[in-house]
């Protein structure tokens, strides 16, 4: 078995974004694409010799050809030993969880995460360091460099490895050691959470449910929630059913593991539970728009207590109750308060992070609890230095990810079952604990337009806009609302130093309510422009339930500063969240 040195030539379009590097399958199958990458992947992390790395994937269309690619090329590149999951198949977070778990030199996921895939649809590919995080920037932009002065990668002459069963194999000096991708991560969930506890309240309910006698005064916000008036007596053992919608993507086999062969949820719990390589044709994408056949399910009669669906890459997770959506900000918010009830955080949190888009619920928990909260730019790679150096325990995203130091991605299923452990303690709705959370806090309302596929020049046509009229949009006032500032997010890191600019604009109103602007980093088809809104109610209970009404004055007032409908074309955004 040769090293082959195959020459080649860089191609431009090689850069990282939000999360590794994303394209078509299309692309990524052009002679030489990935090979590039990888190469370059290689060339700038300098793992020295006789190194370990784990590999897998969200089993997407072409996860098993790259694999074989990646083994040839890691064999030729001194590789000692690649962790593979088996069938090629690993989550985000239980890859970051094995590269922690047994230490190794990094690891390399394959997955578009919440992208459609098959044959026409998105792959991807990302690295992750020996903390078990997304490669910080300085690494994405050395492996950018090297991919556009890349001229030969070195690939292993070598029969495809076999990866189906779990067990040792040899590739060249390298060795490939296949695993079950669920053991490890299963066991790191059963050490933070109350499985008992959990188990306790599947097999017996006794959940109060929101009384529809409950008057305003009765919630005031200013009154702390006492556990039993204004809520309906339990049913006592009744049932407390759950659905978890695994898309037809990876979480399928870690969701019957954990929930149903662990938690002992009845069989038919876990829906859509056999990964497929083109999601069934779905966008694995877990919100109220893609994941409809939970919504359907959760906001039909006879509803389960519980729902949750996670994406592609297992990372991204949707909270639901009966007929009720938690948004992503709000469930941060939720398990920062509620983190003493898991034994994983019964000590307390050292400080929560969110990234800037993210609502500021979790700034008003941080605030009653005392620690630190930090506002970092898009993208889980900006957790992982506060993680590391101790400051902060939980962080979150807006777009549907969670997750703490337990590993270094975001983390679906661990939100699931933090959710499940909270709700086995507390023995409330899913409503009833959010409600009395806003009771507590007051309300972030919160809402995301997504506007796919615009025309790039377009796109950035507007973004240009509203920098250019920061100036005058200082101190203006549209209705109710006046700009405190407005600018273009920069993040400097307190571990390292290293400052991110261009991390989105900014619109911020004196009551705090906000604004903001960003263009996706993930997308693969021209440019998706992401406008967030947010306001602050402090009188929660009675008014506004809807987002949408909350914020329609606020809506209004971005379309009009942005020239969105002008200069796009667009009359309505793709997804609202
Ligand atoms: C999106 C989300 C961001 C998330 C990223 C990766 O990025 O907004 O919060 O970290 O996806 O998530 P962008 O640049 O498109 O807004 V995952 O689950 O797709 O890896
Ligand atoms: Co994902």
């Avoid at 030539?9 to 850069?15: E, L, N, T, V, Y």
């Avoid at 929630?225 to 053992?237: D, E, H, I, K």
Wanted: glycine share 10%; aromatic share 10%.
């Amino acid at each position: 078995m040769g090293i082959r040195i195959v020459s080649t030539r860089p191609f431009s379009d090689q850069k990282p974004g939000t999360s590794g590097l994303r394209k078509k399958v299309t692309a990524f199958r052009q002679p030489h694409y990935l090979e590039n990458f990888v190469q370059s992947i290689f060339d700038s992390i300098a793992a020295p010799k006789g190194a370990t790395l784990v590999l897998g994937g969200d089993g997407r269309y072409y996860n098993r050809e790259a694999i074989q690619i990646i083994l040839k090329m890691a064999a030729a590149n001194g590789i000692g030993r690649v962790l593979l999951g088996r069938g090629g198949i690993l989550s985000t977070p239980a890859a970051s969880c094995v590269i922690r778990k047994y230490q190794t030199f990094g690891g390399i996921i394959l997955s578009a995460s919440h992208n459609p895939g098959g044959p026409d649809g998105d792959f991807g590919i990302k690295y992750n360091t020996g903390n078990g995080g997304p490669a910080p920037e300085k690494v994405t932009e050395a492996i950018f460099a090297r991919s556009k002065t890349i001229v030969e990668y070195r690939m292993l002459d070598a029969a495809d490895v076999a990866f189906d069963a779990v067990g040792e194999t040899s590739l060249g000096n390298m060795k490939v050691q296949v695993f079950d991708p669920v053991s490890d991560y299963a066991e790191l969930m059963e050490s933070l959470f109350d499985f008992a506890a959990i188990r306790n309240l599947l097999a017996a309910g006794d959940i109060a449910q929101p009384d529809a006698q409950t008057s305003c005064t009765e919630m005031s916000p200013l009154r702390p929630f006492p556990q039993s008036a204004g809520y309906a007596s339990n049913v006592s053992g009744a049932r407390f059913h759950i659905k978890f919608d695994a898309m037809h993507a990876v979480n399928g086999p870690y969701a019957k593991e954990i929930l149903e062969r662990r938690l002992g949820a009845p069989a038919g719990s876990v829906i859509n539970a056999v990964p497929l390589v083109d999601f069934g044709g779905g966008h694995p994408d877990p919100n109220l728009t893609y994941a409809h056949d939970l919504v359907e399910i959760m906001y039909g009669a006879e509803a389960p207590d519980f729902g949750a669906a996670s994406d592609g890459d297992g990372d991204r997770n949707m909270i639901l109750g009966q007929r009720f959506f938690v948004t992503p900000s709000d469930s941060l918010a939720v398990l920062a308060a509620n983190a003493t009830l898991a034994p994983g955080y019964e000590q307390g949190l050292a400080g929560v992070a969110r990234s800037m888009p993210t609502s500021a619920a979790v700034d008003r928990v941080a605030q009653a609890l005392n620690i630190p909260c930090y506002e970092t730019p898009t993208g889980w790679k900006f957790f992982g230095n506060l993680m590391d150096a101790g400051k902060v325990t939980l962080c979150g995203e807006e777009s549907f990810g969670t997750g703490s130091d337990h590993v270094r991605e975001k983390d679906g299923l661990w939100a699931v079952l933090f959710w499940l452990n909270i709700l086995a303690a507390r023995r409330l709705s899913v409503e009833s604990i959010v409600r009395e959370h806003w009771a507590k806090y007051g309300r972030n309302v919160y809402s995301r337009y997504d506007y796919e596929g615009l025309p790039t020049e377009a796109a950035q046509g507007v973004m240009q806009h509203l920098k250019n009229n920061f100036a005058t949009l200082a101190g203006a006032q549209f209705g109710k609302y006046t700009v405190k500032y407005c600018d273009d997010f920069s993040y400097t890191d307190p571990v390292d130093g290293s400052v991110s600019t261009g991390q989105g604009v900014r619109i911020i109103f004196t009551d705090g309510s906000r604004i903001v602007f960003r263009l996706s980093g993930t997308g693969t088809e021209g440019a998706t422009l992401r406008v967030y809104l947010e306001a602050f109610e402090a009188d929660v209970v009675c008014h506004h339930l809807d987002a949408q009404v909350a914020l329609a004055d606020l809506i209004g007032i971005a379309l009009q500063i942005s020239e969105l409908k002008l200069r796009t074309g667009r009359e309505q955004p793709t997804v609202i969240t």
